[in-house]
Nanobody, 125 residues
Framework: QVHLVESGGGWVQPGDSLILSCVAS????????VAWFRQAPGKERIFVAL????????TYEPSVRGRVTVSKDNAVNTVYLRMNSLKPEDTAVYFC??????????????????WGQGTQVTVSS
């Protein structure tokens, strides 16, 4: 099993940048992909970006491409999500999730078995 803990959320102003962290522990050698999702109040949890744990392949949700960068540091078992030019509509709880299924790079929440508790990001002036 993989345990995930997100951090780095908070209140920021429009146009600011923020870096979220997702630290993995447990059976990290079995991780294939780590993904970021977000959930705004009253809305579905949606895909933001993902990165493969070993190869570093990335995929982004088209609406955030260019403003968001996902990266990893395997030495500290951490995946990062850097978000630039933040907008009020980026306000959400951000979750990281991991799958141990080899070859899976998915934007579907149902494909991930391991989830963090989430970190709140609020973008407001």
């Amino acid at each position: 099993q993989v345990h995930l803990v997100e951090s780095g959320g908070g209140w920021v102003q429009p146009g600011d940048s923020l870096i979220l962290s997702c630290v993995a522990s447990g059976d990290t050698d079995s991780i294939y992909t780590v993904a970021w999702f977000r959930q705004a109040p009253g809305k579905e949890r949606i895909f933001v970006a993902l990165i493969t744990w070993t190869g570093g392949l990335t995929t982004y949700e088209p609406s955030v491409r260019g403003r968001v960068t996902v990266s990893k540091d395997n030495a500290v078992n951490t995946v990062y999500l850097r978000m630039n030019s933040l907008k009020p509509e980026d306000t959400a709880v951000y979750f990281c999730a991991a799958t141990q299924q080899r070859g899976l790079m998915s934007a579907r929440t149902t494909d991930y078995d391991n989830w963090g508790q989430g970190t709140q990001v609020t973008v407001s002036s």
